[in-house]
């Protein structure tokens, strides 16, 4: 079975511009989380999705959105991109959202340059 | 508000020895859950272990164990038998046991490097 993929691995934008990161869960999985994680630092939330509805919302400005399509996929939207946006985008899905001992599968990330 | 505090930026083992990774946290939750998650340089999050603060036995995954002394809110992980490939980021993480509980709280990493 295919874990949870991640498109595009790399990518490299300039300030101002705009940028759609894609995630497919695990086959089964209805919640996808989204996190940011800046080199040398651990991964910060951003979102989760659960069945097309925003579950959580992490301190991240509102220039961060995402969305959750009924196939449960999902699309991470930055605005106005800025140069401390640069960093490794990782999306994380689960069965059972919100269950004490929830284990997330995460994909290989997106890498994001922004110069 | 959680926080999770690794201590060691890197460490350095021979390969087939123990190595222990600290993490300690800091949380006002009357229940938690605590994950340690390997990164390799692929970049992809590989969950480990997860032990919950009511557990009364330190959770075990075959050579990963967790070393869980909760009034020292301290959770660290043991690696027995330490092999190349347990080469990598280790990320401690924390999350609230309450249902709806959504974002991991994950400690800065800690890279462990396995010389032959």
């Known amino acids: 079975d295919a874990g949870v993929t991640q498109s595009p691995t790399h990518l490299i934008k300039t300030r101002g511009q705009h940028v759609t990161l894609r995630c497919s869960p695990i086959s089964g999985h209805k919640s996808v989380s989204w996190y940011q994680q800046v080199l040398g630092q651990g991964p910060q939330f951003i979102f989760q999705?659960?069945?097309?509805?925003?579950?959580g919302r992490g301190n991240f400005p509102d220039r961060f959105s995402a969305r959750q399509f009924p196939n449960y996929s999902s699309e991470l939207n930055v605005n106005a991109l800025l140069l401390g946006d640069s960093a490794l985008y990782l999306c994380?899905?689960?069965?059972?959202?919100?269950?004490?001992?929830?284990?997330?599968?995460f994909g290989s990330g997106t890498q994001l340059s922004v110069l | 508000a959680q926080k999770i505090t690794q201590t060691q930026p890197g460490m350095f083992v021979q390969e087939k020895e123990a190595v222990t990774l600290d993490c300690t946290y800091d949380t006002s939750d009357p229940s938690y859950g605590l994950f340690w998650y390997k990164q390799p340089s692929s970049g992809e999050m590989i969950f480990l272990i997860y032990?919950?603060?009511?557990?009364?036995q330190n959770a075990t995954e075959g050579r990963y164990s967790l070393n869980f002394q909760k009034a020292r809110k301290s959770a660290n992980l043991v690696i027995s038998a330490s092999q190349l490939g347990d080469s990598a980021m280790y990320f401690c993480?924390?999350?609230?046991?309450?249902?709806?509980?959504?974002?991991?709280?994950f400690g800065q990493g800690t890279r462990l490097t396995i010389n032959p």
């Open positions: 032990q919950g603060s009511y557990d009364q």
């Open positions: 993480a924390m999350r609230p046991q309450i249902q709806g509980a959504q974002k991991l709280v």
């Open positions: 999705y659960y069945e097309k509805e925003e579950r």
């Open positions: 994380a899905s689960s069965a059972y959202p919100g269950t004490p001992n929830e284990k997330l599968f």
